[in-house]
């Protein structure tokens, strides 16, 4: 029988637990990580709180002014304690608009030399923490940014209000330049940027028409690509209607002098955005860029110009780029001449030197049949332009695969709907003899010339579509012959034939429903190989293309 151990008389609640040597196992790492950020947090409390003590020391008591440099040092403290530098950040900025409130920083003309002195320094502290603000707005980290743009803007008006200094020696001389000139440079700004576009500029005129002088100084020169895009991407993202009805100006700063009509901001900040403009223009762009503001032209940009002949360098020199770049100025060019009644007769010519055989193998061949529906829309055009569009296109067609086809025909069916007076060239005759004869006829049409008025194509026919009557693919043979019917549908619409390809058009042929099977010849042949004795005439195809014998 096993024996239970004897206790041992000493009382157990007495005796002292044996110390162990502290344990190596990996696992009690991330109890003491834990307890070191916990003793971290818990440091990071007491020095907000001291800092919490320091602003309210210093704002109850001048006798504590000597401690602003201090809590200005947790303030660029920010690349190891953002939090901590954060807090002190807002702090200070609450210290100052208290100071500036009540007077203190301002210089009174029969002050004592002891307060001018204080004064004198106190403004001296002031830079120094603005210049930390403006550290932290060129930081990578988004909060960071938010915090500094948002404290500049809050000093920025409370030195006009508090201070007395004109509203246009702030937004000139003042941190303002800085604060643009900074959140154009930085290239970690783009949070930065929506916010000083959306709670700022957008809604302010004062801000919005400083804020286009400082761009413009910015972008005077020579600029880095890296400034150019975020000058671009700002502005980008600054959608305000120009064309609203003019009133009582908003602003951020209000103005010292009221006898200055309220209007003039709302007048006078369209010149300076087309100044802006014109020197963003004359810089070396890129193709991203170009393609950027084509994209902005006709509601972000045109609206602001006075002169919009001014746009036509950029415009002109933007299409000869070729691609998609010349689709994207003509658009911008169009727009100006119908909505701005801007004078510029090159406009047919230069489209119509777009119809290249390259278009309707291209992937923007899309984008270039609505605008070019677009483009030639209007009835009160010339029916010897229309015919040249449509002759090319015709010719074009000839070389073209089926996608590009089955597009072509019903925008030729649309524009001789349009224009009545080119259905000449579908039902012309043949009036030479040698064409009479079928030995063929000179086409009128002038392939080679540039000016789409001096093609000679309304005297010519559009043979071309007849040609692809009997085109390969049915589809393309199909719709080819709607020209030489009648006229009875009002219109196709584009959309349903602009988005073909040749995956498209081979799916559509895969999964038709097939209602009859196809045969290949009228009657079954008894033999496949060898000739049929009793009727040779009845001999299958095959024997009759080659000699199994």
Same mark, same amino acid.
């Given at each position: 029988?096993?024996?239970?151990?004897?206790?041992?008389?000493?009382?157990?609640?007495?005796?002292?637990?044996?110390?162990?040597?502290?344990?190596?196992?990996?696992?009690?790492?991330?109890?003491?990580?834990?307890?070191?950020?916990?003793?971290?947090?818990?440091?990071?409390?007491?020095?907000?709180?001291? !800092?919490?003590?320091?602003?309210?020391?210093?704002?109850?008591?001048?006798?504590?002014?000597?401690?602003?440099?201090?809590?200005?040092?947790?303030?660029?403290?920010? @690349?190891? @304690?953002?939090?901590?530098? +954060?807090?002190?950040?807002?702090?200070?900025?609450?210290?100052?608009?208290?100071?500036?409130?009540?007077?203190?920083?301002?210089?009174?003309?029969?002050?004592?030399?002891?307060?001018?002195?204080?004064?004198?320094?106190?403004?001296?502290?002031?830079?120094?923490?603005?210049?930390?603000?403006?550290?932290?707005?060129?930081?990578?980290?988004?909060?960071?940014?938010?915090?500094?743009?948002?404290?500049?803007?809050?000093?920025?008006?409370?030195?006009?209000?508090?201070?007395?200094?004109?509203?246009?020696?702030?937004?000139?001389?003042?941190?303002?330049?800085? +604060?643009?000139?900074?959140?154009?440079?930085?290239?970690?700004?783009?949070?930065?940027?929506?916010?000083?576009?959306?709670?700022?500029?957008?809604?302010?005129?004062?801000?919005?028409?400083?804020?286009?002088?400082?761009?413009?100084?910015?972008?005077?020169?020579?600029?880095?690509?890296?400034?150019?895009?975020?000058?671009?991407?700002?502005?980008?993202?600054?959608?305000?209607?120009?064309?609203?009805?003019?009133?009582?100006?908003?602003?951020?700063?209000?103005?010292?002098?009221?006898?200055?009509?309220?209007?003039?901001?709302?007048?006078?900040?369209?010149?300076?955005?087309?100044?802006?403009?014109?020197? +963003?223009?004359?810089?070396?762009?890129?193709?991203?860029?170009?393609?950027?503001?084509?994209?902005?032209?006709?509601?972000?940009?045109?609206?602001?110009?006075?002169?919009?002949?001014?746009?036509?360098?950029?415009?002109?020199?933007?299409?000869?780029?070729?691609?998609?770049?010349?689709?994207?100025?003509?658009?911008?060019?169009?727009?100006?001449?119908?909505?701005?009644?801007?004078?510029?007769?090159?406009?047919?010519?230069?489209?119509?030197?777009?119809?290249?055989?390259? !278009?309707?193998?291209?992937?923007?061949?899309?984008?270039?049949?609505?605008?070019?529906?677009?483009?030639?829309?209007?009835?009160?055009?010339?029916?010897?332009?229309?015919?040249?569009?449509?002759?090319?296109?015709?010719?074009?067609?000839?070389?073209?695969?089926?996608?590009? !086809?089955?597009?072509?025909?019903?925008? !030729?069916?649309?524009?001789?709907?349009? @224009?009545?007076?080119?259905?000449?060239?579908?039902?012309?005759?043949?009036? @030479?003899?040698?064409?009479?004869?079928?030995?063929?006829?000179?086409?009128?049409?002038?392939?080679?010339?540039?000016?789409?008025?001096?093609?000679?194509?309304?005297?010519?026919?559009?043979?071309?579509?007849?040609?692809?009557?009997?085109?390969?693919?049915?589809?393309?043979?199909?719709?080819?012959?709607? +020209?030489?019917?009648?006229?009875?549908?009002?219109?196709?619409?584009?959309?349903?034939?602009?988005?073909?390809?040749?995956?498209?058009?081979?799916?559509?042929?895969?999964?038709?429903?097939?209602?009859?099977?196809?045969?290949?010849?009228?009657?079954?042949?008894?033999?496949?190989f060898l000739r049929n004795t009793d009727s040779p005439d009845k001999d299958s195809l095959l024997l009759k293309l080659w000699d199994f014998s």
């Amino acid at each position: 029988m096993a024996v239970i151990p004897s206790v041992s008389s000493e009382d157990s609640t007495t005796r002292k637990r044996k110390k162990h040597p502290p344990t190596t196992d990996p696992g009690h790492k991330p109890l003491a990580k834990a307890r070191k950020l916990e003793k971290n947090g818990s440091r990071t409390a007491k020095v907000e709180e001291k !800092i919490l003590l320091l602003e309210s020391q210093i704002v109850d008591s001048r006798q504590h002014y000597n401690k602003i440099p201090t809590l200005i040092r947790y303030c660029q403290d920010h @690349h190891e @304690h953002s939090r901590r530098a +954060i807090t002190a950040a807002v702090a200070v900025c609450r210290t100052f608009s208290r100071l500036m409130a009540v007077g203190i920083m301002s210089k009174s003309r029969n002050a004592p030399e002891n307060e001018v002195v204080i004064v004198q320094w106190l403004r001296r502290q002031f830079e120094v923490y603005r210049s930390i603000l403006l550290d932290l707005l060129a930081s990578d980290d988004p909060t960071m940014q938010s915090t500094a743009l948002t404290l500049l803007m809050r000093l920025l008006k409370e030195e006009a209000e508090s201070l007395g200094l004109r509203p246009e020696k702030v937004w000139r001389d003042g941190a303002f330049p800085s +604060i643009v000139l900074g959140i154009a440079n930085s290239a970690s700004s783009r949070e930065a940027r929506e916010e000083f576009v959306g709670k700022y500029m957008q809604p302010y005129d004062d801000v919005r028409y400083y804020g286009f002088a400082c761009l413009s100084d910015i972008c005077n020169g020579s600029p880095s690509q890296e400034v150019l895009d975020n000058v671009i991407s700002l502005l980008n993202s600054l959608a305000y209607d120009v064309g609203k009805e003019q009133g009582t100006d908003r602003l951020y700063i209000a103005k010292s002098d009221q006898s200055r009509s309220s209007i003039s901001l709302h007048i006078t900040q369209q010149k300076q955005a087309q100044e802006l403009w014109l020197k +963003i223009l004359k810089n070396d762009l890129t193709r991203p860029q170009r393609k950027t503001i084509l994209g902005m032209m006709t509601l972000q940009i045109a609206p602001w110009f006075t002169r919009l002949e001014l746009l036509l360098d950029f415009l002109t020199d933007s299409f000869n780029a070729g691609g998609s770049m010349s689709l994207a100025a003509l658009s911008g060019l169009f727009h100006l001449m119908q909505e701005k009644n801007l004078d510029f007769p090159q406009f047919y010519p230069k489209l119509y030197s777009l119809l290249s055989p390259d !278009i309707l193998h291209s992937k923007h061949r899309s984008r270039f049949f609505r605008l070019l529906d677009t483009f030639l829309s209007s009835t009160h055009l010339p029916v010897a332009l229309v015919a040249s569009f449509i002759k090319r296109l015709s010719r074009l067609a000839l070389s073209a695969p089926p996608s590009g !086809i089955v597009v072509v025909v019903p925008w !030729i069916y649309n524009l001789l709907r349009n @224009h009545p007076s080119c259905t000449f060239m579908i039902h012309r005759k043949l009036e @030479h003899s040698a064409a009479a004869t079928g030995g063929g006829m000179d086409d009128p049409f002038d392939m080679a010339e540039s000016d789409p008025m001096e093609t000679n194509a309304i005297d010519s026919s559009l043979w071309e579509i007849q040609s692809l009557q009997t085109h390969y693919h049915p589809n393309v043979a199909t719709i080819a012959k709607i +020209i030489s019917e009648p006229f009875t549908k009002q219109a196709y619409d584009l959309e349903d034939f602009l988005d073909h390809s040749y995956s498209s058009m081979l799916g559509a042929e895969l999964t038709k429903e097939m209602k009859k099977t196809p045969v290949v010849e009228y009657e079954i042949p008894k033999k496949i190989f060898l000739r049929n004795t009793d009727s040779p005439d009845k001999d299958s195809l095959l024997l009759k293309l080659w000699d199994f014998s």
